[in-house]
Each structure stands twice: as C-alpha cells, then as structure tokens.
C-alpha cells in the first residue's frame, strides 16, 4: 500500500523556521522525484521545490528560492523541506508528491500525501 506521510507543520511567527517531512512506503522511493506543493483556500495547487529522484539536481518557486531547501534520503525512504525565514503568504497546507521519474511521461505513476498545515502567523 502506498503511503505518504508528511509531518512537521504548525504554528510559527514570522521569521521562524519549519522543517517539514514525508516518510514514504509501498512503492521504489528512488524511482521517483519528489516534489512539495502549497495550497491556500480558493487558489490552485503551486508546486514550491521539486528534487530528482536521486537527488542530484533541486528546483524552487521563485517565491520561496533562497529560504527553503528540499533534501531526500534514499536510504530511509524520506524527503525534507527546511523552511526558513517563513513569511505570513507561506501560510498553506503543504504536501508530499511524489512522481515517478520514467520516459513514459503519460503513464507514471502519481502519488500524493495528505498534507500538513503550515501556519506563519504573530
């Protein structure tokens, strides 16, 4: 069975720091890239950073470029988004996605986690 498990959202003041997790099972973690997405009420899905499935390459939204680090560890099935600086409009549910890394773009297979609630916030 295929899971996803993020954890480490909260509350936080502006300035402050989270670091989010997503713990992965039921499927070959090293296959897939690994991608962390923010959603707010009433708007569309943003993808934040995105890392290849071995870890050799990182890509960030503009927004959060310079604050926010994606990391993963192949060995423990996990990826990590360190969230410093934190602003007020990161304020989101933030969740795991995890997309399989193969040349059959129309057939990977896309998984995703529930997602855990960051709030930046005095």
């Known amino acids: 069975q295929v899971q996803l498990a993020e954890s480490g959202g909260g509350l936080v003041q502006p300035g402050g720091s989270l670091r989010l997790s997503c713990a992965a099972s039921g499927f070959t973690f090293s296959r897939f890239d690994m991608k962390w997405y923010r959603q707010t009420p009433g708007k569309e899905r943003e993808l934040v950073a995105v890392?290849?499935?071995?870890?050799?390459?990182?890509n960030y939204a503009d927004s959060v470029k310079g604050r926010f680090t994606i990391s993963r560890d192949n060995g423990k099935n996990t990826v990590a988004l360190q969230m410093n600086s934190l602003k007020p409009e990161d304020t989101a549910v933030y969740f795991c996605?995890?997309?399989?890394?193969?040349?059959?773009?129309?057939?990977?297979?896309?998984?995703w986690g529930q997602g855990t609630q960051v709030t930046v916030s005095s």
């Open positions: 996605n995890a997309e399989e890394a193969t040349k059959w773009f129309q057939f990977r297979r896309i998984y």
């Open positions: 890392i290849s499935s071995i870890g050799e390459s990182t």
